[in-house]
């Protein structure tokens, strides 16, 4: 069946089988190498990309379900001239990654984050950011790399923030118990 | 691991997807989140996947006129947790969202297809027959509707008919004045409760009144503690009253065991659970 | 060895920012998975579902109709082709793991047939169709039932199920045991888990044109242990086989060994005439890649009523999976514990006996720590019991018997070149400060020495079939003055293509910008690979070392056309220059391209060429890096849930190269160790089935289950190594079990044997009577 999936900004149409994963045809079909597969369960994150500007698992979805989408991974995130984003940067700067193969999910996943909460403490970015696994860093760097990519950014937007979310805050009788 | 080769078509009504689903071996496609890992792992091998995720009309939610809340299937996980309306009329949905998975899965995943998926320790078919909401099923032949508390016969199997579609979730009006709180162990956030609590629940000087529990973990479903909301009215909140039947109402169940969990500690941890749960809902 | 190298540290010692980062940020790296070549063969590999099985008929009628053009190879293929690690050692018992089990199964997920077709969803597609006949067998799956008599033998020709027992000491514990005021004795359960890289593994082989030319890419950490390895298997020419690690996701030694795939796929290469390319996913990786940490400790300790501990008896028994893995060997995690469990502590009368079994599991294999972190959990939670029955603080127990004065030999022969034990406790001390108030707080902690860069002699200690930890840089400089390094080192996350660029920037006086690292290829001169915590040591010491050499050069040939002595000269910025007249001098890409295009300028008698190589060798014993964890918890009783508030490590490595590096190493590791504190666990059900199979049941902590990881260093110089360093890859991973089992069992005030501490656990262990009932 043809499916069409704008990718970082480009038009395509690919001929792909119904159960073909939107991940393996971004992957191997549209050059998209940076989207990475460690688990096909949608337990680890690191396939994470955006569809229609939604946070998604490209292993948990087919590619024919995102027919005529808009798709941004991370080869999309850097200008075009080479500058890196916000959030790249501070990776860098923090030290959030090691060996890389978690990172451009934890990338897309945290820029998602900070479009919906612009300044996170640590226990809602950890919260929020609990879908993305990753064995190398302990995590601690890519905390500090959120916080840093969250200052970066306001400073873009020149300290520009939006409205307080509306999610649920950990003391309203619901969580974990302890 | 790849999925098996299977057909696909995407519904654009409902007539088309109930049309859809008379091919023998169609599965529903919603979300995904629950239906592509079982793809992702062959354990599900159907001839034809049906996407009803684009059906029009299935993913609001809105205010019934005698004060409950209607929602449509396709409302997405992380759309239930943010809707005011639902944080008003109840609140328990969005306590219990909040465990379900991670952001990206509940971008996707839809309270629809969680409830038809019913796996055992399903959070939101916990919160549902706590609030005894109601499941519209509809078919060629014309519509139903299932309380959630008939719903669930054994993990992963229900009331839903081949060729059925599960429409919508309607929740009555609750009492003014009730709260509520949904409490789980699980291993990490996001993952499957090993035991799950809803607790519903007023409170009048200290005293409670009007208490409804339902409890995953405690059975091969989720179910209502039957027994433990009447045994519970016009109980004190002081002292350790709750604390002694919570307990005793545990220690009555005949919970699974797993390779890591067993069937003592279910008992034990969902007495706890209670009673935090009904003391977090009443506080 | 060399004794320290005269530094003048600019780039070494700083936190610089990584290289790679960009390329890793920006989707540019690529992983075994992402590469592919014109007609590539897809391979799948149809895999055992029974745990001990004899293999009866494979018929693929049914795969052949659905696919008429797959390929189908079976063990009858291929009967000599697999993995062999011989331990030698006295007794010892030897297996053979195929790339395609032809005659027994011995583990779920053991591979049974080769399939191709050109792509991998067809390819698992045509593996379903195969119909193999099995005969099951009675599995063998504890370590009980390995070691009793009537069990099955797994093995051909074995007398039992045990690959090896050893026994090891000095002293005579009877003394000991006679002069103790108190025996304390426990019984200690790590169970299995592994290190689960976040990138599976995958290999692609491509022979060329002329058919003369094979390589090999693998996601790998050794290349060239694969790569002669496999040159041996297939009767392949060595110096025509080529072996590269392309980008890798995570390695933890659980790629640093040799696997049977890597030897099939090239083969198949050869066999078909096409490329092939194999990539696993998560539940053949979690089933058959390597499992490690499976132990069972029988401890005793004989203490003086003062807290000196006269003596330890130890039986150490692992549980090593169905075949040994290469080149660690079935004996090495038992081995490694029994060398190690005396740890940081003063205690001279040691007697220990390892036992490793086989049974029907995924082969055991080195995972960061080896051996270390259950010796680890042992010897901690049991100086804790005796600090808790002799109603000591357990800091000040250990005080009372932590090693002082170095060099120390242990009872096993170890040499600790140099450490800060007693230091690190008393700084945990101060960082800890005052218990947290509130219900089911529980403070642990756990110190530990590590042995890293350790070299030949040690290696020919343990009777593997690697006997070799060196490691390699060739340096060289280009007529532009840019510097390229070639290391034997393969680099999966521990920036060194940063780190080596540092020392080489450093020593030769050049921009970080003008270095490259290459790495993880067999062209670079021969080494050991990754692994063992000697990367920055040994590798970061040869480049030092082979950098050092072309500075020399450098400088005469600056000194012979400035007509000065070199010792009057300096580098610095990207020139040599006369100490104290800087405009005096060249650029170095001038004297560089001197030596290279231009030998006239050079001093009479010198060759030109501007390349060095060098090869560094760990020591004899390895030098010791020390480390103390601290871990405070919060307990609840009633659901058996821990909740980690806090977790400090102090490390000491001595000189680092770069602390942003050390410290994210160390913040890796101890959240793998945390993982096995509390939720990692491999869980295997009666009839030998993994039911731990995929990342819904097998879990890895997530930013939720760490907190943030404060690091503290101390700075005790080796004197032993180039650099002044030691290695510090692996500490991380080895304290957490101990730190957080302490915690917990300070909390409940109940003995923790076991972990992980699953809420289960933890519960049933709040419920069992006080201590001393």
Redesign the interface.
């Known amino acids: 069946?043809r499916v069409r999936l704008t990718v970082n900004g480009v038009r395509n149409e690919v001929e792909v089988?119904?159960?073909?994963?939107l991940a393996?045809v971004l992957?191997?079909r549209l050059g998209?190498?940076?989207?990475?597969?460690?688990?096909?369960?949608?337990?680890?994150?690191?396939c994470?990309v955006k569809v229609d500007g939604?946070?998604?698992?490209s292993?948990?979805?087919?590619a024919?379900?995102a027919?005529g989408a808009q798709i941004t991974?991370?080869?999309g995130?850097?200008g075009a001239d080479g500058t890196?984003h916000p959030v790249?940067r501070a990776?860098?700067?923090e030290?959030g990654?090691?060996?890389?193969?978690?990172?451009?999910g934890f990338?897309l996943?945290v820029t998602?984050?900070l479009e919906r909460i612009p300044d996170p403490e640590?226990e809602t970015?950890?919260?929020?950011?609990?879908?993305?696994?990753?064995?190398?860093?302990?995590?601690?760097?890519?905390?500090k790399a959120v916080r840093t990519a969250s200052r970066l950014m306001r400073e873009v937007n020149g300290g520009a923030g939006r409205s307080a979310?509306?999610?649920?805050s950990p003391t309203?009788?619901?969580?974990?118990?302890? | 691991m790849k999925p098996p080769p299977f057909e696909y078509a995407r519904a654009a009504s409902l007539e088309e997807a109930l049309g859809l689903l008379e091919t023998p071996g169609a599965r529903v496609l919603a979300g995904g989140q629950s239906l592509m890992p079982l793809l992702n792992l062959r354990l599900a091998r159907p001839s034809l996947v049906v996407d009803v995720g684009r059906l029009p009309g299935l993913d609001g939610i809105a205010a019934d006129p005698d004060g409950g809340l209607r929602l449509g299937a396709l409302v997405r996980h992380q759309q239930l947790l943010a809707d005011p309306l639902a944080a008003e009329r109840a609140p328990l949905l969005r306590q219990a969202v909040r465990h379900v998975g991670h952001v990206a899965i509940r971008n996707w995943g839809t309270l629809g297809g969680s409830l038809a998926h019913a796996d055992p320790s399903a959070e939101l078919a916990t919160a549902a027959i706590a609030l005894d909401a109601e499941l519209r099923l509809l078919s060629r032949s014309g519509e139903r509707g299932v309380r959630a508390r008939d719903f669930f016969k054994g993990p992963f199997v229900t009331d839903l008919r081949d060729q059925e579609l599960l429409t919508e979730v309607r929740v009555p009006a609750r009492p003014t004045g009730e709260s509520s709180a949904f409490l789980e162990v699980a291993p990490r956030q996001g993952d499957f409760a090993i035991v799950a609590v809803a607790a519903l629940a007023r409170v009048a000087e200290r005293t409670l009144t009007g208490v409804t529990v339902a409890w995953s973990g405690a059975a091969p479903t989720p179910r209502l503690a039957a027994e433990l909301g009447p045994s519970l009215e016009g109980m004190t909140l002081d002292g350790d009253d709750l604390e002694r039947t919570c307990g005793e109402a545990g220690r009555r169940l005949s919970p699974p065991s797993d390779v890591t969990t067993s069937a003592d500690y279910r008992r034990a941890a969902l007495g706890v659970l209670a009673v935090r749960a009904i003391r977090a809902a009443a506080a | 060895m060399s004794a320290n190298l005269d530094l003048n540290p600019r780039l070494i010692g700083a936190s610089v920012r990584r290289v790679e980062d960009r390329r890793l940020t920006t989707g540019a790296a690529r992983y075994l998975d992402d590469l592919d070549a014109p007609g590539a063969l897809q391979l799948t590999l149809a895999r055992s579902p029974h745990a001990h099985a004899r293999i009866l008929a494979i018929d693929d009628g049914r795969l052949r109709e659905a696919f008429p053009d797959a390929i189908v190879f079976t063990g009858r293929d291929c009967p000599d082709l697999g993995v062999r690690a011989d331990i030698d050692k006295p007794g010892a018992q030897h297996t053979f793991q195929p790339c395609l089990a032809a005659d027994v199964v011995r583990f779920v997920g053991e591979p049974v047939a080769a399939v191709l077709t050109d792509d991998p969803y067809r390819s698992e597609d045509a593996a379903e169709l195969l119909d193999v006949e099995y005969e099951v067998l009675e599995p063998v799956l504890t370590i009980e039932r390995a070691l009793s008599a009537d069990a099955p033998r797994l093995h051909p020709g074995w007398r039992d199920n045990v690959f090896v027992r050893r026994v090891r000491g000095d002293g005579d514990v009877e003394v000991a045991e006679r002069e103790a005021d108190l025996v304390v004795r426990r019984r200690f359960r790590t169970h299995r888990h592994t290190g689960v890289p976040m990138e599976n593994r995958g290999c692609l082989a491509l022979l060329d044109p002329s058919g003369s030319d094979l390589t090999l890419w693998s996601s790998t950490q050794l290349p060239h242990m694969v790569r002669s390895y496999v040159a041996a298997q297939l009767g392949w020419p060595e110096n025509r086989l080529r072996v590269v690690a392309p980008d890798v996701g995570g390695g933890f030694g659980v790629k640093g060994g040799v696997y049977a795939e890597e030897v099939l796929v090239p083969w198949l290469a050869l066999q078909t005439r096409r490329p092939v390319k194999w990539v696993e996913d998560r539940r053949e990786h979690l089933q058959a890649s390597i499992h490690a940490r499976d132990h069972l400790h029988e401890l005793e300790a004989f203490v003086r009523r003062d807290g000196r501990v006269l003596g330890v008896r130890a039986r150490i028994v692992c549980d090593s999976g169905a075949y040994s893995a290469f080149p660690w060997t079935g004996g090495s995690d038992a081995g490694m514990a029994a060398n190690v469990l005396l740890g940081p502590y003063d205690i001279q009368t040691y007697r220990a006996e390892d036992v490793s079994v086989t049974t029907n599991k995924c082969p055991v294999g080195t995972y960061r720590g080896v051996g270390r972190p259950s010796a680890c959990f042992s010897i901690e939670r049991l100086m804790d019991e005796i600090a808790r029955q002799l109603e000591m603080d357990p800091i000040e127990l250990r005080l009372r018997n932590v090693v002082r004065e170095f060099p120390h030999r242990t009872p096993t022969g170890m040499v600790y070149d140099s450490g800060s034990y007693a230091e690190s406790l008393e700084r945990m001390r101060e960082l800890l400060g005052e218990r947290p108030a509130g219900e089911g707080v529980g403070v642990g902690i756990a110190l530990f020495c590590e042995q890293t860069a350790h070299g030949t002699p040690e290696l020919v200690v343990r009777g593997m079939p690697i006997v070799a930890g060196y490691q390699s840089a060739m340096v060289e400089m280009d007529p532009q003055g840019t510097v390229s390094v070639h290391t034997g080192l393969q680099s999966h996350g521990q920036g060194m293509e940063t780190t080596l660029a540092q020392i080489a920037a450093d020593i030769l006086g050049v921009a970080l910008e003008s270095v490259v690292v290459r790495h993880g290829d067999s062209y670079n001169p021969y080494a050991m690979g990754t692994w063992g915590s000697r990367g920055s040591v040994l590798g970061g010491g040869s480049t030092a070392i082979a950098a050092t050499r072309i500075r020399e050069k450098l400088l005469r040939i600056a000194a012979h056309n400035l007509e000065i002595e070199p010792d009057q000269l300096e580098v610095e910025e990207g020139r040599v220059r006369v100490k104290g007249v800087p405009s005096r001098g060249f650029p170095v890409a001038t004297l560089a391209r001197w030596a290279l295009q231009e030998p006239r300028y050079l001093p009479a008698g010198m060759t030109p060429g501007l390349q060095e190589t060098a090869f560094v060798d760990g020591l004899d014993r390895g030098v010791f890096s020390n480390s103390c964890h601290g871990a405070i918890v919060r307990v609840d009783r009633g659901l058996g849930t821990v909740e980690l508030l806090r977790y400090v490590v102090i490390e000491d490595c001595g000189r680092v190269i770069n602390p942003m590096i050390v410290e994210g190493q160390v913040q890796g590791g101890t959240a793998q160790g945390i993982g096995g504190a509390l939720l990692e666990e491999l869980i295997y059900d009666e009839s030998g089935q993994l039911l731990t199979s995929t990342f819904a049941d097998y879990l890895l902590p997530s930013m939720t289950d760490i907190p943030s990881i404060e690091v503290h260093h101390l700075e005790t110089l080796s004197p032993l190594t180039p650099l002044g360093n030691k290695g510090m890859g692996e500490a991380g991973a080895i304290g957490p079990m101990a730190a957080v089992g302490n915690a917990v069992a300070d909390a409940l005030d109940r003995c923790v044997d076991e972990v992980p501490l699953t809420p289960r656990r933890v519960w049933d262990l709040a419920r069992l009577p006080p201590r001393g009932g």
């Open positions: 069946m089988e119904p159960r073909r994963l393996d992957r191997h998209c190498h940076g989207v990475h597969l460690a688990c096909e369960q949608g337990a680890c994150g690191a994470s939604r946070l998604t698992l292993c948990l979805m087919l024919a379900q027919d991974t991370i080869e995130l850097a890196l790249q990776f860098n700067e030290h990654l090691q060996c890389g193969f978690c990172t451009p990338i996943a998602d984050l640590e970015i950890r919260r929020e950011l609990s879908g993305n696994l990753c064995r190398c860093t302990g995590y601690t760097n890519i905390v979310p509306t999610v649920p309203e009788g619901g969580g974990r118990a302890t």
